[in-house]
């Protein structure tokens, strides 16, 4: 997760926003991983999103009903639209509580300024023939501005002598409360969904709207980097953006081109995608028999970034390591260095990749060795197919030393039966 987060940090424009979606889970490492990469300066709000309603079965604790989404930015000066809430019905009932000769509603605001401010104190006769005093404070506009409300019919006049003179403001012209961090207004996908695609991680779209339309403009370029169905490709679509969508699953990726022709009507063309009225899918992880022939380096990169993992930069003298996998609480800065304060973050796992036909023993003690070494509990051996000695021994392994091998096939890689363990 980490470097994919410090790659889009480098990528992301100056203008450019941020949002990473988490669980309660992981949200307090995902949180310090971020501050990291992005700087503390450049965290703008934790968006709080009910996802659930209440649970019955919670144990001894409280109902957790919401996720994370946190919103970074690469400096000040970067894109914000405001949006808005509808107002409540009862809010509106109880506020816009005059309605004019042709059924528009209104409320009865004040035109006192909110500070001192000497050069709006002036008396203003109305239309009505009356004269009004400001509030000693002044008016919230300039004369020039007063008359304009006085001549579209804007002006409250006061029922009884010495009111204050109001302006109305109309619920149609209102643009509601702002919105804040707390939304609670956007339910989760459910089975009976109309858009539910049985996709276990699916946003909603108007979730994705939201956080689309507050931070890009029209043309802008939205980068999903974890795309799953590609619920932000189509909300970026729809919102008339450009978008690339990444995700490391083939299955993903297949669904998201469904659902581009379907809810976009967009055709999967070079020649249109170079026009902006199509797209293309490009990269997807390739068969058994074409990673057969690829160099062996390059095959061990494929299968350490399918695993989510870094690839060495060394392509010798790696110690039987090939790679690593990091979980988001690790800190890159700390990992290689001892008897640091922070030790109990230095937790990784390797990977070793064999473009063999078949793992054997042999290879599974090497790597039982390179574990040990590395002072590890856990690595990840791919490989086309493993020999029942290398099986054996890794059950062994196990049962021994409390060490654990997953043996992993580039076929359950491409079949994605890894992403379920």
């Given at each position: 997760m980490r470097p994919r987060c410090v790659e889009l940090h480098r990528v992301l424009k100056k203008t450019g926003s941020f949002y990473y979606h988490c669980d309660w889970h992981a949200s307090h490492y995902v949180k310090v991983m971020l501050d990291q990469i992005f700087g503390e300066n450049q965290f703008q709000n934790e968006i709080i999103w009910k996802r659930t309603h209440a649970h019955g079965n919670i144990g001894r604790r409280f109902g957790v009903v919401n996720d994370s989404i946190f919103f970074y930015t690469r400096n000040t000066d970067y894109t914000w639209n405001q949006e808005y809430l509808a107002f409540a019905d009862d809010y509106i009932e109880r506020r816009f509580n005059y309605t004019d000769p042709d059924g528009r509603r209104w409320q009865s605001v004040t035109l006192r300024n909110p500070g001192k401010r000497p050069n709006l104190h002036y008396p203003y006769t109305a239309s009505n023939g009356v004269t009004y005093m400001p509030h000693p404070n002044g008016w919230s506009c300039d004369l020039e501005r007063m008359k304009q409300y006085d001549s579209e019919g804007r002006l409250h006049f006061p029922s009884k002598a010495g009111g204050q003179l109001r302006l109305k403001m109309y619920l149609d012209e209102s643009p509601g409360p702002k919105l804040q961090n707390i939304w609670d207004d956007i339910p989760p996908i459910n089975s009976q969904a109309a858009e539910a695609l049985g996709y276990p991680t699916q946003k909603p779209l108007p979730l994705l709207e939201r956080i689309i339309e507050a931070s890009s403009n029209r043309n802008d370029i939205v980068l999903d980097a974890f795309c799953g169905c590609g619920t932000a490709l189509v909300a970026a679509q729809k919102l008339k953006r450009q978008w690339i969508g990444?995700?490391?699953?083939?299955?993903?990726?297949?669904?998201?081109?469904?659902?581009?022709?379907?809810?976009?009507?967009?055709?999967?063309?070079?020649?249109?995608?170079?026009?902006?009225?199509?797209?293309?899918?490009?990269?997807?992880?390739?068969?058994?028999?074409?990673?057969?022939?690829?160099?062996?380096?390059?095959?061990?990169?494929?299968?350490?970034?399918?695993?989510?993992?870094?690839?060495?930069?060394?392509?010798?003298?790696?110690?039987?390591?090939?790679?690593?996998?990091?979980?988001?609480?690790?800190?890159?800065?700390?990992?290689?260095?001892e008897n640091v304060e922070m030790d109990f973050m230095d937790v990784w796992y390797p990977i070793q990749v064999k473009q063999t036909d078949k793992v054997g023993r042999p290879d599974i003690d090497a790597f039982e060795t390179a574990i040990q070494r590395a002072k590890r509990k856990l690595g990840y051996f791919v490989g086309f197919d493993f020999t029942g000695d290398a099986l054996f021994e890794i059950d062994r392994f196990r049962r021994e030393t409390g060490c654990e091998i997953k043996p992993l096939t580039v076929r359950e890689i491409l079949d994605e039966e890894v992403l379920q363990r």
């Open positions: 990444i995700d490391i699953s083939p299955t993903a990726c297949r669904v998201m081109a469904m659902r581009l022709k379907k809810d976009c009507g967009l055709k999967e063309d070079e020649k249109l995608w170079a026009i902006g009225r199509g797209f293309i899918v490009r990269d997807l992880p390739k068969t058994e028999a074409e990673l057969r022939k690829y160099p062996a380096f390059e095959f061990e990169n494929w299968a350490v970034v399918a695993l989510g993992g870094i690839p060495n930069k060394v392509q010798v003298g790696d110690l039987g390591i090939d790679g690593r996998i990091y979980p988001v609480s690790a800190i890159l800065e700390l990992r290689v260095k």
